[in-house]
């Protein structure tokens, strides 16, 4: 037999050759015994089939229809039966025939119910049973493919055929299948009727037929393809497909293949046969696959004509498949397609490389946050970064940022999911992830709502793993809060929370006691390359400094039992490293971060320094230097890792940090350690604990106990010699009246230790809550009142203005390590709707007054005297409320400027005419010996906005070029390029995104920052803020007593005192060694004037930062110096700034509402105790 269909290919008859409709030759083989006439047998498998159909079909309808008819019956009888019980009470008998029918009813559920739980896949052996019924039926669609290539109709020896014994395995197991399933069914009808029951029925008794007959027809097996319209519940059993995508698109694709590969079937049948009523003689050989390529190609429409149906019944059938197929290609196709394009490509899993840690970043990820992030990350300074970045985000990446991920595609992979969603943390593995950063959008209009997300995201991560270590940026103070009720939160354990609110109100209030301070820190957790200018400008030294930043390191063996100012000029004169502060251990093995101590701090073995350097490879020369080694080298590029370091002291230390590494915890915390690695210190005189509050309270006691000897200088030579900015004994600008005729100050220095000076940390000065209403000048009262060396606050907010935290601003001018005569007076301008809503917050503070108005006018600025403030700050609680970013600093700028372009009278003159007397003797503003001594170096009298020191806080990078209108900005130069960012009088939130890398490497980086900025914020405080909201007083202990002594910063000048022979072309190395040997002051910056440089007179008053200049750094007589200064014990027996002024009736009756005036008695007696102070130690009650 030829190799073609029905019809006879290999033995078709000639045409001339009449022949009954019967009479068609099929092929045969002598060998199977099969019809010697060869003719086909068609009608007797499609009989089985039609048969079985409809011969069930009329089975359950006659079924059902005396079913019927029994039940109307029994209706009528059960009727009569009832009414013959309730006349007979025969009642005993009909109950037992229940029970009986209910036992049989019972047994026909069971097996039912048995039936139904074996197909339906609600057990073990059900899944497997649906699993291989499937499995079965592809086998027998599969075997149909094979046996397509065969002729439609041929005879076979089913002993002989292999493929055929297979098949008859397959449909028996089918029947039992098809059993089970009427058996579980419900509605037997509805059962028949359905597409798998009608596959049954022509696939199933064909197969017994063909045994019988020894022949084969191909038939209607095609109808198996149908059976893939299961797969997806198959997969869904399989508990593959999970996601209403995948099934709906796998639902989608197989019930057009089944539909597409039956069709073809079909095709194959007809064509491959012929019409019957033509006796088959119109039939073409098409293969199967011809016919799928045909219906295809039918589908789409497109008919290329090169395959097509020639028999009636193929015809006929493409006619109604071509409506049908046409409508479900159209729909089906687009759909399928845009289900697999919108399929996740960020939808992977993270797979952990061996000896690389990763990190997983979430939260707001923008192409501005990302890059922002990966810069400083990614930074060549530090040393080699074996960490990769796995980025977390429920939005897939735009395409520039899909481009910063290529460019950086060896360290940074992209997932898309949530965090909120434990499945996408198990696919980043946060499990073995080394941390979890989170970052917070700072732009958004409602910071409490973005807070919330964070601390969602931080719950979720710590619900998935409880372990991991968590470093997220808050954007409001008071939201801090929510994460101590975390139960697995634990700041022990590396979790930080860095709360941009805290973080740049606490930098914009440190700018106000050191000009500038805000940018110095700034450039220094912040990585930045250094860039060589050549010409002399000032941006070459701006930019020298600015490629230094913070690092820490081990001090090596060396420096054991040193002092730390000894070590200090070391490291920087030998090692040319910046040393400011140590983590030192206490006997109780509790870590305290103790900035600039004095002499009693001995060093300890493996103590962690704090160091500032450009590069990561500098600051190792700390742990490799060894006396023996390298005393004599003056390169400190030469001081490398030597033999000597292996002493058994330092061993020891190592082999016991590897203990802890080994235990998995900290070393504070390891248990494994001995303590026996004690600090060799002197015992000291007094009973006052050297750490009182411990870094393991987050809070570092910077200077636990004064030192025993006296200062070599008395506070009068330093008054007379030059002293430090803010320092009240060197303060020629405290040119006001008493702070009594203030609203909101008090008198607190004539109080007994019984009365609260101090909240109960020690930590700020503290007062009784007080009303607004006692706090609030009006425009007249604020010009009565001279108002000087104070600062002004201008502030934008109303009603529906987010919150911004005033207390974070407060509380670092109200630190305890001032004296209370040392606190500058703080005014708000501003609405005073707005400053209500903040003032629950601000109540407990002394010395803060509020003048309702708007920053913007000049007569409510010249009211506030603000040409005399030390300080004018301009915040904003509106910028996030505008879309548009240019204008979202708008208010700022303006205030800004406005400011700037006021004319002032000469401001000494007016003081010194309405208030005779006033002025101390020998403090006038203009005498330039004691003008430098304040720190900023201004001109005799302000007489034009310009030279009042602001700062501005931005939103926006880019509008920094719209606040200084001389300097030559590029609208791109990068914010820490700018001449308002050099000068510190701009300052953006975004530069504190820097704070997330640096606090991952290191966590004490932020707990220093934290310390310098805040004033002392500890975590037992916010405790109590997050249980009070307010600063709680409390008395005075010696422990609370010893946290104020701690370090503040200030700005030494150059014109006068003791450094003067320095001022003029000396060394700033020299003035540094000089500096700590004399006073323990550890210098870390100069503020020079812009123009300094250029050896000309200058009308500018610009200043910029310098950031730890070389030791030859030439020093000019402006220089103003960034220095650590420690608490003067001394200070605080005396008000120098009043002590020698005789306030006149006039002066002190302008308010008559606030005066208390200071009785001449005691003003003696305190110029009295000013002169016997250095004859006695001054010991807090």
């Given at each position: 037999g030829g190799g073609g269909g029905g019809g006879g290919r290999g033995g078709r008859p000639d045409p001339s050759v009449q022949m009954t409709k019967m009479s068609v030759i099929i092929p045969f083989s002598p060998d199977v015994p099969c019809d010697n006439n060869g003719q086909r047998m068609w009608w007797a498998f499609l009989a089985s089939s039609m048969v079985t159909f409809f011969g069930g079909l009329f089975i359950i309808l006659l079924w059902r229809t005396l079913k019927y008819l029994w039940t109307v019956c029994c209706h009528c009888n059960a009727k009569k039966k009832e009414v013959h019980r309730i006349t007979t009470g025969d009642g005993i008998k009909r109950t037992d025939k229940d029970d009986a029918a209910a036992s049989e009813v019972g047994w026909m559920t069971s097996v039912k119910d048995w039936a139904g739980v074996m197909i339906s896949a609600q057990t073990l052996t059900g899944r497997v049973l649906v699993v291989l019924v499937f499995a079965l039926s592809i086998g027998a669609l599969v075997i149909y493919f094979i046996d397509s290539s065969d002729p439609i109709e041929s005879c076979q020896n089913f002993y002989q055929d292999f493929t055929l014994q297979i098949d008859m395995a397959f449909n028996v197991f089918f029947l039992l299948y098809f059993g089970l399933r009427f058996i579980a069914a419900n509605d037997k009808l509805w059962f028949w009727l359905e597409v798998n029951s009608v596959v049954d029925f022509f696939t199933v008794p064909p197969v017994f037929v063909s045994v019988y007959l020894n022949r084969s027809w191909l038939g209607l097996r095609f109808l198996r393809a149908l059976r893939l319209i299961q797969f997806s519940e198959i997969l869904q059993f399989l508990n593959i497909l999970k996601t209403s995508n995948s099934i709906k698109l796998v639902n989608l694709c197989s019930i057009f293949i089944s539909t597409w590969l039956t069709a073809a079937g079909f095709i194959h049948l007809v064509e491959n046969s012929g019409d019957p009523w033509e006796n088959f003689q119109n039939s073409q050989p098409l293969s199967y696959w011809e016919c799928v390529y045909l219906l295809m190609v039918t589908m789409s429409t497109v008919g290329y004509g090169d395959v097509y149906a020639k028999t009636t019944l193929g015809r006929l059938f493409m006619v109604f498949f071509i409506l049908g197929g046409l409508a479900m290609f159209a729909s089906y196709v687009p759909e399928i397609i845009e289900l697999i394009g919108n399929r996740k490509k960020y939808g992977g899993s993270y797979s952990a490389v061996n000896g690389r840690k990763h990190i997983v970043v979430c939260g707001h990820i923008t192409l501005e946050s990302v890059s922002n992030f990966l810069k400083d990350f990614l930074h060549k300074d530090r040393d080699d970064v074996n960490v990769e970045i796995v980025f977390l985000h429920n939005i897939s990446p735009n395409l520039e940022l899909e481009a910063l991920f290529k460019r950086h595609f060896t360290q940074v992979e992209f997932y898309q999911g949530s965090v909120l969603n434990p499945h996408d943390l198990a696919r980043v593995k946060i499990e073995s992830a080394d941390a979890c950063l989170i970052l917070a959008n700072k732009y958004c209009a409602d910071p409490d709502a973005e807070d919330a997300s964070n601390i969602m995201r931080v719950i979720s991560i710590k619900n998935y793993h409880p372990k991991?270590?968590?470093?997220?940026?808050?954007?409001?103070?008071?939201?801090?809060?929510?994460?101590?009720?975390?139960?697995?939160?634990?700041?022990?354990?590396?979790?930080?929370?860095?709360?941009?609110?805290?973080?740049?109100?606490?930098?914009?209030?440190?700018?106000?006691?050191?000009?500038?301070?805000?940018?110095?820190?700034?450039n220094l957790f912040s990585m930045r390359s250094f860039i060589k200018i050549e010409e002399d400008t000032w941006q070459k030294y701006y930019l020298e400094g600015v490629a230094n930043e913070m690092y820490t390191e081990y001090l090596s063996s060396a420096f054991v039992g040193l002092s730390f100012p000894v070590i200090c000029e070391l490291c920087y004169v030998k090692l040319k490293l910046l040393l400011i502060a140590i983590e030192y251990k206490s006997d109780q093995r509790e870590s305290s971060t103790l900035i600039n101590p004095g002499n009693h701090v001995k060093m300890q073995e493996g103590t962690l320094g704090f160091f500032i350097a450009s590069d990561a490879k500098e600051v190792k020369r700390a742990l490799f230097y060894c006396k023996a080694c390298h005393d004599d080298i003056t390169d400190p590029k030469r001081i490398k890792k030597c033999g000597c370091l292996t002493l058994p002291g330092f061993l020891f230390f190592k082999m016991s940090l590897a203990c802890c590494f080994d235990c998995g915890r900290s070393e504070r915390?390891?248990?494994?350690?001995?303590?026996?690695?004690?600090?060799?210190?002197?015992?000291?005189?007094?009973?006052?604990?050297?750490?009182?509050?411990?870094?393991?309270?987050?809070?570092?006691?910077?200077?636990?106990?004064?030192?025993?000897?006296?200062?070599?200088?008395?506070?009068?030579?330093?008054?007379?010699?030059?002293?430090?900015?803010?320092?009240?004994?060197?303060?020629?600008?405290?040119?006001?009246?008493?702070?009594?005729?203030?609203?909101?100050?008090?008198?607190?220095?004539?109080?007994?230790?019984?009365?609260?000076?101090?909240?109960?940390?020690?930590?700020?000065?503290?007062?009784?809550?007080?009303?607004?209403?006692?706090?609030?000048?009006?425009?007249?009262?604020?010009?009565?009142?001279?108002?000087?060396?104070?600062?002004?606050?201008?502030?934008?907010?109303?009603?529906?203005?987010?919150?911004?935290?005033?207390?974070?601003?407060v509380m670092p001018l109200r630190a305890s390590n001032f004296h209370y005569h040392e606190l500058k007076h703080i005014v708000f301008v501003g609405s005073l709707e707005y400053l209500k809503r903040e003032w629950e917050t601000l109540h407990n503070f002394p010395k803060v007054s509020i003048l309702p108005g708007t920053p913007l006018s000049r007569a409510d600025l010249r009211a506030v005297n603000i040409n005399l403030c030390d300080m004018c700050v301009i915040l904003s609680a509106n910028q996030n409320?505008?879309?548009?970013?240019?204008?979202?600093?708008?208010?700022?700028?303006?205030?800004?400027?406005?400011?700037?372009?006021?004319?002032?009278?000469?401001?000494?003159?007016?003081?010194?005419?309405?208030?005779?007397?006033?002025?101390?003797?020998?403090?006038?503003?203009?005498?330039?010996?004691?003008?430098?001594?304040?720190?900023?170096?201004?001109?005799?009298?302000?007489?034009?906005?310009?030279?009042?020191?602001?700062?501005?806080?931005?939103?926006?990078?880019?509008?920094?070029?719209f606040l200084d209108q001389d300097d030559d900005d590029d609208p791109d130069t990068e914010l820490y390029l700018t001449q308002p960012f050099a000068c510190g009088t701009a300052f953006a939130v975004s530069v504190l995104d820097s704070l997330m890398s640096a606090t991952y490497f290191n966590d004490n980086i932020l707990t220093l920052i934290r310390t310098l900025v805040t004033g002392g914020a500890t975590p037992e405080l916010e405790g109590l803020l997050a249980e009070e909201n307010a600063l709680r007083g409390g008395y005075s202990t010696p422990q609370t007593l010893a946290n104020?002594?701690?370090?503040?910063?200030?700005?030494?000048?150059?014109?006068?005192?003791?450094?003067?022979?320095?001022?003029?072309?000396?060394?700033?190395?020299?003035?540094?060694?000089?500096?700590?040997?004399?006073?323990?002051?550890?210098?870390?910056?100069?503020?020079?004037?812009?123009?300094?440089?250029?050896?000309?007179?200058?009308?500018?008053?610009?200043?910029?930062?310098?950031?730890?200049?070389?030791?030859?750094?030439?020093?000019?007589?402006?220089?103003?110096?960034?220095?650590?200064?420690?608490?003067?014990?001394?200070?605080?027996?005396?008000?120098?700034?009043?002590?020698?002024?005789?306030?006149?009736?006039?002066?002190?009756?302008?308010?008559?509402?606030?005066?208390?005036?200071?009785?001449?008695?005691?003003?003696?007696?305190?110029?009295?105790?000013?002169?016997?102070?250095?004859?006695?130690?001054?010991?807090?009650?």
């Open positions: 991991i270590r968590i470093i997220t940026q808050m954007l409001q103070y008071h939201n801090k809060a929510h994460l101590l009720n975390i139960p697995s939160w634990n700041w022990k354990e590396g979790d930080d929370a860095i709360c941009l609110a805290e973080l740049k109100l606490g930098f914009i209030a440190q700018s106000c006691l050191a000009q500038g301070l805000s940018t110095m820190l700034a915390d390891c248990s494994c350690m001995p303590v026996n690695v004690r600090c060799n210190t002197d015992s000291p005189r007094r009973d006052i604990p050297l750490s009182a509050v411990s870094v393991n309270d987050c809070s570092t006691t910077l200077r636990a106990f004064e030192e025993d000897q006296q200062s070599t200088l008395s506070p009068k030579k330093k008054q007379r010699n030059g002293g430090m900015r803010n320092s009240p004994n060197s303060s020629p600008k405290i040119i006001r009246h008493d702070p009594l005729l203030i609203p909101g100050s008090e008198q607190i220095e004539s109080m007994d230790e019984n009365v609260k000076k101090y909240d109960s940390t020690g930590m700020f000065h503290w007062c009784p809550s007080k009303d607004i209403e006692k706090v609030i000048l009006t425009r007249s009262e604020a010009a009565m009142t001279v108002l000087s060396g104070h600062v002004v606050v201008c502030i934008f907010g109303d009603v529906k203005s987010a919150l911004i935290g005033l207390r974070n601003f409320n505008i879309d548009d970013a240019s204008l979202q600093d708008k208010e700022c700028i303006l205030a800004s400027l406005n400011i700037k372009s006021m004319q002032f009278d000469d401001s000494i003159g007016v003081l010194q005419a309405n208030s005779q007397g006033f002025t101390p003797p020998g403090m006038d503003r203009s005498s330039p010996e004691n003008s430098p001594v304040h720190g900023l170096v201004r001109q005799t009298s302000v007489t034009t906005g310009a030279n009042i020191p602001i700062i501005t806080e931005l939103v926006n990078d880019s509008n920094v070029q104020r002594d701690r370090c503040r910063v200030a700005q030494l000048a150059l014109y006068d005192g003791p450094f003067a022979d320095l001022g003029d072309g000396g060394c700033y190395g020299d003035l540094f060694c000089k500096a700590l040997k004399t006073y323990n002051m550890l210098c870390f910056g100069i503020y020079r004037l812009r123009d300094a440089h250029l050896n000309t007179q200058s009308q500018c008053t610009k200043r910029y930062v310098i950031t730890n200049p070389p030791y030859a750094f030439e020093l000019v007589p402006s220089d103003l110096i960034f220095c650590l200064m420690q608490f003067d014990h001394n200070a605080g027996q005396s008000r120098t700034s009043l002590s020698h002024s005789s306030h006149s009736s006039h002066a002190s009756s302008k308010k008559s509402s606030s005066v208390h005036s200071i009785p001449a008695a005691n003003r003696a007696n305190r110029v009295k105790s000013r002169d016997s102070r250095d004859k006695q130690k001054y010991v807090p009650a």
